[in-house]
C-alpha cells in the first residue's frame, strides 16, 4: 500500500497569506495526486486532479505542482473561505487509492 | 446535477452486519466507477472500496479486505457495500463518490455521507 504523509499537520495562517501544503508518497504515484478540501460538518470537494488541473468552479488562488513521490498545493492568497482541512489522495495504486492524514489550515 | 445520498447507516452491535447503499442521479451511473471512503469521527479521510464501470473491477483498502463487499445494480442507479464482521474501529462517516469520467480514479462528486456507529 502507497502511504501518503501531508505536512504540517495544521497550519496558523492569515486571510491574504501565501500558503504551500505539502504531500509526499511512499513510492512514485506518477501524476496521479488529487487535492481536495473538506470544511466541518461538509462532504469533501475536489479542488485538484491530476497534480496541477483545478476542478470546474475552482478559484485560481489554487494550484498544485509536484511530480513521482513530492506534491504540493498552493493557495495564493487566502480568503476567509479558504480555512478548511486539505486532503492529498493518490490515485496510481489501483486496486488501492490512499489519502494522506490532512492539513487544517487555522486562523 | 449530480446527486449522491447515502442511506442505511445506525448503530450496529459488534461482529454484525450492516449494508450501505447510495442512491445515484443527474448522470448515467453505468458509464462511472464508484467508490466508497470513510471518516472516523474527528479524524482523516481513509479510502475504503472502489468499483469499476463494468463492476468486475473491485478494491478494497487494507483495513477492509475480506470483510466488505462493494456491488453496483445499475438498473437501480444504486452503488453497495455490504460491511461484515464490523469493529468499533468502523465507526465512521461513510461516503459515496464518483469516480471521474476517464476512470482515473480520483473522486469527483461525493454525497453527504451515512454515519455508522458500531458499539454494544
Known amino acids: 500500500e502507497i502511504v501518503m504523509t501531508q505536512s504540517p499537520g495544521t497550519l496558523s495562517v492569515s486571510p491574504g497569506d501565501r500558503v504551500t501544503l505539502s504531500c509526499w508518497a511512499s513510492?512514485?504515484?506518477?501524476?496521479?495526486l488529487a487535492w481536495y478540501q473538506q470544511k466541518p460538518g461538509q462532504a469533501p470537494r475536489l479542488l485538484i486532479y491530476a497534480t496541477s488541473t483545478r476542478a470546474t468552479g475552482i478559484p485560481a488562488r489554487f494550484s498544485g505542482s509536484g511530480s513521482g513521490t513530492e506534491f504540493t498545493l498552493t493557495i495564493s492568497s487566502l480568503q476567509s473561505e479558504d480555512f478548511a482541512f486539505y486532503y492529498c489522495q493518490q490515485y496510481d495504486g489501483w486496486p488501492s487509492y490512499t489519502f494522506g492524514q490532512g492539513t487544517k489550515l487555522e486562523i | 446535477e449530480v446527486q449522491l445520498v447515502e442511506s442505511g447507516g445506525g448503530l450496529v452491535q459488534p461482529g454484525r452486519s450492516l449494508r450501505l447503499s447510495c442512491a445515484a442521479s443527474?448522470?448515467?451511473?453505468?458509464?462511472?466507477?464508484m467508490h466508497w471512503v470513510r471518516q472516523a469521527p474527528g479524524k482523516g479521510l481513509e479510502w475504503v472500496s472502489a468499483?469499476?464501470?463494468?463492476?468486475?473491477?473491485?478494491g478494497y483498502g487494507d483495513s477492509v479486505k475480506g470483510r466488505f463487499t462493494i456491488s453496483r445494480d445499475d438498473a437501480k442507479n444504486s452503488l453497495f457495500l455490504q460491511m461484515n464482521r464490523l469493529t468499533d474501529e468502523d465507526t465512521a462517516f461513510y461516503y459515496c463518490g464518483r469516480e471521474d469520467e476517464a476512470a482515473s480514479g480520483y473522486i469527483d462528486n461525493w454525497g453527504q455521507g451515512t454515519l455508522v456507529t458500531v458499539s454494544s
Open positions: 468499483i469499476s464501470p463494468d463492476g468486475y473491477g473491485l
Open positions: 513510492q512514485s504515484v506518477s501524476g496521479n
Open positions: 443527474g448522470f448515467t451511473f453505468h458509464n462511472f466507477g
